[in-house]
């Protein structure tokens, strides 16, 4: 089955830059997906298609994909960016989709 | 405002089966198929599958056949996810969540429905 390989944690202070990264084998023939969920809520997508941002989605959130790793980077990251981020994307056939295992962001 | 309203949550004993719902509200309900999302406590998201809301066509995920029904009432514009043959590794919040084909992203989110199964 195909998978999505994510870093179990990242942690930066206030204002720096966190990246958090997602690979598969797919991802240079599919797009990467990103979604934040903070404890006891639902996801929300904050980056779609590679690189493209939702409305409402501040613009220190951006993706960026090149070869088989996709990244998720949160320039000036804040407190109230400390989430789970998890990348979803498909596997080349397109039949099935999946989630990377989720990324515990830290900002303290 | 678009919102998926999800039902309220559940316990049950092992065998049993569960019915949870996801009404939809503020778009066309047939203009977007709907996925779910399962998370066990403590866990990440596992994509379940979706069902086209204009054919009532399933399509399910690995791991996620046999026990697992997805269905719709588009007179209600109403999703449903039936587990039968409850376990206890079912315990699990579920979410439904609208596929946007134009953006390939579950753009739109339930609140979340919580499983527990225990005897």
């Known amino acids: 089955s195909y998978e999505l390989t994510q870093p179990p944690s990242v942690s930066v202070s206030p204002g720096q830059t966190a990246r958090i990264t997602c690979s598969g084998d797919a991802l240079p023939k599919k797009y990467a997906y990103w979604y934040q969920q903070k404890s006891g809520q639902a996801p929300v997508l904050v980056i779609y298609?590679?690189?493209k941002r939702p409305s409402g989605i501040p613009e220190r959130f951006s993706g960026s994909s090149s070869g088989t790793m996709a990244t998720l980077t949160i320039s000036g990251a804040q407190v109230e960016d400390e989430a789970d981020y998890y990348c979803y994307s498909t596997d080349s056939s397109a039949t099935y989709r999946v989630f990377g295992g989720g990324t515990k962001l830290t900002v303290l | 405002q678009v919102q998926l309203v999800q039902s309220g949550s559940e316990l049950k004993k092992p065998g049993a089966s569960v019915k949870v719902s996801c009404k939809a509200s503020g778009y066309t309900f047939t203009g977007y198929a709907m996925s779910w999302v399962r998370q066990a406590p403590g866990q990440g998201l596992e994509w379940m599958g979706w069902i086209n809301t204009n054919t009532g066509n399933p399509m399910y995920g690995q791991g996620f056949t046999g026990r697992f029904v997805f269905s719709l009432d588009t007179s209600v514009s109403t999703a449903y996810l039936q587990i039968s043959s409850l376990k206890t590794e079912d315990t699990a919040v579920y979410f439904c969540?609208?596929?946007?084909?134009?953006?390939?992203?579950?753009?739109?989110w339930g609140q979340g429905t919580m499983v527990t199964v225990s005897s």
């Open positions: 298609e590679d690189s």
């Open positions: 969540g609208r596929y946007s084909s134009s953006s390939g992203a579950f753009d739109i």
